[in-house]
């Protein structure tokens, strides 16, 4: 345990720390609020489920720290988990619990772009992780087409977790959730009624709302290939990953 908390320590700022708590802090009140809903308003077991579901999320960097160090994911900095952490604050608290999804317009929209487009550096980071646990090289166009597909296999495990969430919702509740936010009766009269693409029928609009979703994920994906294509950061010339060589060289001296 403590070789552990000391590999925690030396792999993130404590400042990170700090922020990640604030994060979990707030996601633990919306867990707890969401089993005492306003007076009025029918207690929905989905809505703390859902919440609860995120914030294990918030661990993933916590827990690849338990790896042992041939594994890729002992590579991966702890700054891929805080913009992970904002993200699912936004889904979850500012989504969910603040109800944002169906009161802003844009909430979703954004929340759907930046996402594609973040997943595009989770990939990039994560392949930088395989080429220095292995030691290896790789031209920069390989790492970006394996750093647009991650954001593709991510935005298409999002959307089966919405769609399987709500399925396990539904038999447990009787009643299938929302994390797809695949309900019209709930969109009318919201902002949330008008999707990306206007469905031809009223019957189309969940499928307009998921295929706006996706649209949206793949233009993110785009403005980070770009962004990557122009400047590559942790990567120069044709094969040097630069930074991971420092951190080698630091290594090596403190031994």
């Given at each position: 345990m403590k070789e552990y908390l000391k590999r925690l320590s030396d792999g993130c700022p404590k400042w990170q720390f700090v922020f990640?708590?604030?994060i979990r802090a707030s996601l633990i009140f919306a867990f707890i609020k969401g089993f005492f809903p306003p007076e009025g308003e029918a207690f929905d077991i989905t809505d703390p489920l859902q919440v609860g579901a995120n914030f294990l999320c918030t661990f993933v960097w916590e827990i690849f720290m338990m790896f042992p160090k041939k594994s890729i994911l002992r590579y991966v900095p702890s700054s891929v988990q805080s913009f992970l952490m904002i993200g699912i604050w936004a889904g979850s608290f500012g989504g969910k619990f603040l109800n944002l999804y169906y009161d802003s317009r844009w909430w979703d929209v954004i929340l759907h772009f930046v996402g594609g487009a973040a997943c595009v550096f989770f990939g990039y980071e994560l392949a930088c992780a395989i080429l220095k646990?292995?030691?290896?090289t790789a031209p920069m166009s390989l790492i970006l087409l394996a750093s647009v597909g991650f954001s593709f296999l991510a935005a298409t495990g999002w959307e089966l977790f919405e769609f399987t969430f709500d399925q396990v919702a539904g038999m447990m509740g009787g009643y299938p959730g929302d994390a797809q936010h695949w309900s019209l009766a709930l969109a009318e009269g919201t902002p949330k009624i008008k999707t990306l693409?206007?469905?031809?029928?009223?019957?189309?609009?969940?499928?307009?709302?998921t295929m706006s979703d996706i649209v949206l994920n793949t233009l993110g994906a785009i403005a980070s290939y770009i962004f990557l294509k122009i400047c590559p950061y942790r990567h120069k010339g044709r094969f040097k990953m630069e930074s991971f060589e420092k951190a080698e060289e630091k290594e090596t001296a403190t031994v």
């Open positions: 990640w708590w604030i646990r292995s030691k290896a693409i206007p469905p031809i029928v009223p019957e189309r609009w969940p499928l307009m709302d």
